[in-house]
């Protein structure tokens, strides 16, 4: 069964600071993989989707890699905003279904 | 069609009780997953359904746990015999894949579920 795990659980930076988040996967053989914003008491959004093939997928600020062979995953925010305070999920998609981490709880302060 | 709703938002029952949650998803979308998240956690698979047909279920779906999307397009979630374990944010998610593998999936805002 495929374990995914993100470090750190929370974290508490700035305005302005750039950041990463950090996601492993026990299973490499992913077909893809998904990061997710949840904001509390909400749904999930989906950020960014990198596919097995890729190695990185870019939207705004947001910037997203994947070294399968390692099953590791990084989510890098360029210049935080407090409105990027939000709990953010990585999920891998292996034969049909998503395994979610735990998150990583993230506050940007004013 | 502005996305997945669920009914209700919130849902508050006594140990013991039965409850019903309903999913509409996307309208083109084939493909409906529910997924339980307890707090502090990620979400955690239950089932998906493609079309009308369950396709899969997690050992989480214990017999007391009962989906169906009888025409394909919404589905509804029972949970029978409420214990206290039970309370959790109830998610449901639509999809279209369009091969290759990608499956982006769009969630609704939940159920959360009480049981006291």
């Known amino acids: 069964k495929q374990e995914v795990t993100q470090i750190p659980a929370a974290l508490s930076v700035p305005e302005g600071e750039n950041l990463v988040l950090n996601c492993s996967f026990t299973d490499s053989a992913i077909y893809n993989l998904q990061w997710f914003r949840q904001d509390p008491g909400k749904g999930l959004t989906s950020l960014l989707l990198?596919?097995?093939?890729?190695r990185e997928q870019t939207s705004g600020r947001l910037n997203a890699s994947l070294d399968k062979s390692s099953g590791r995953s990084t989510l890098y925010i360029a210049a935080s905003q407090p409105g990027d305070s939000a709990t953010y999920l990585c999920?891998?998609?292996?034969?049909?279904?998503?395994?979610f981490g735990s998150g990583t709880k993230l506050n940007v302060k004013p | 069609d502005t996305g997945v709703s669920q009914d209700p938002r919130h849902k508050i029952t006594k140990r013991g009780q039965n409850v019903t949650f309903r999913c509409d998803p996307i309208?083109?979308?084939?493909?409906l997953y529910w997924y339980r998240q307890t707090l502090g956690q990620g979400p955690e698979f239950l089932t998906y359904?493609?079309?009308?047909?369950?396709?899969?279920k997690s050992r989480l779906l214990s017999d007391r746990f009962s989906a169906e999307r009888p025409k394909g397009s919404f589905s509804t979630l029972e949970i029978q015999r409420t214990e206290q374990g039970d309370s959790a944010m109830y998610l449901c998610?639509?999809?279209?894949?369009?091969?290759?593998?990608?499956?982006?999936?769009?969630f609704g805002p939940g159920t959360r579920l009480t049981v006291l």
């Open positions: 309208s083109e979308h084939n493909r």
């Open positions: 998610a639509s999809s279209l894949p369009t091969g290759g593998h990608t499956d982006t999936q769009y």
């Open positions: 990198i596919q097995s093939s890729q």
């Open positions: 999920a891998t998609y292996n034969f049909n279904k998503f395994y």
């Open positions: 359904f493609q079309n009308e047909a369950q396709l899969e």
